[in-house]
Nanobody, 121 residues
Framework: QVQLVESGGGLVQAGGSLRLSCAASARTFSSLVMGWFRQAPGKEREFVAV???????IYAESLKGRFTTSRGNDKKMVSLQMNSLKPEDTAVYYC???????????????WGPGTQVTVSS
């Protein structure tokens, strides 16, 4: 069983940065695909980024250059660095894991509870 917990959310002004972390409490990420999604008020959950076990990364086109996902050397922690934040980035951010994860929500098997990111103008 895989349990995920996000941390690092909070309130930040436009143009600022936040770093989110996703930790596995029951298993490491060594053989799992790790994804990030977000859901803004009144909107559907959308893809943010995915990192494969090889280290290969894919980002939502609109977020390229601002968001970066990375993995710790021990593979027990995955991070999402968010720079140049905009008010439209305000959302609950979710960490997800799966053996065959991709760019759509249903490809993941495990989800964290989410962490709120609020960007003020």
């Amino acid at each position: 069983q895989v349990q995920l917990v996000e941390s690092g959310g909070g309130l930040v002004q436009a143009g600022g940065s936040l770093r989110l972390s996703c930790a596995a409490s029951a298993r490491t990420f060594s053989s799992l695909v790790m994804g990030w999604f977000r859901q803004a008020p009144g909107k559907e959950r959308e893809f943010v980024a995915v990192m494969y076990s090889s280290g290969y990364r894919i980002y939502a086109e609109s977020l390229k250059g601002r968001f970066t996902t990375s993995r710790g050397n021990d593979k027990k922690m995955v991070s999402l660095q968010m720079n140049s934040l905009k008010p439209e980035d305000t959302a609950v951010y979710y960490c997800a894991a799966g053996r065959s994860g991709g760019l759509v929500e249903y490809t993941y098997d495990y989800w964290g509870p989410g962490t709120q990111v609020t960007v003020s103008s």
